[in-house]
């Protein structure tokens, strides 16, 4: 049984830094793409950022870009996402979302749909 735990969240002031953790097992391989989504209310769930775990491939998305880092841990079943710089239209429910590796032409291709597992979110806040 898959479980993606994400863990981090929080309330923080304009400008501020948060990390946020998704701890995995349960996972059949050990190459495996892990995203990260944000929802914020009344809007649709958006890609924040991709890692693929064999090879340590990533992607950000232009919103968040230079101000956000997504890595994984040496043991490649933990993804972080480090926000730096944060923002109030960072507010939402962070999700965290794996699939296993399967041939991409991009990784930035991989959207919602793409991904099998997901864990229940954590709230990230931020006021300014």
């Known amino acids: 049984q898959v479980q993606l735990v994400e863990s981090g969240g929080g309330s923080v002031q304009g400008g501020g830094s948060l990390r946020l953790s998704c701890a995995a097992s349960?996972?059949?391989?050990?190459?495996?793409?892990v995203a990260w989504f944000r929802q914020a209310p009344g809007k649709e769930r958006e890609g924040v950022a991709i890692i693929y775990t064999g090879g340590g491939s990533t992607y950000v998305a232009d919103s968040v870009k230079g101000r956000f880092t997504i890595s994984q841990g040496n043991a490649k079943n933990t993804v972080y996402l480090q926000m730096n710089s944060l923002k109030p239209e960072d507010t939402a429910m962070y999700y965290c979302a794996a699939t296993p590796w399967r041939p991409v032409t991009d990784i930035q291709a991989l959207g919602i749909n793409s991904f099998t597992y997901w864990g229940q979110g954590t709230q990230v806040t931020v006021s300014s």
């Open positions: 349960g996972l059949r391989y050990s190459s495996n793409y």
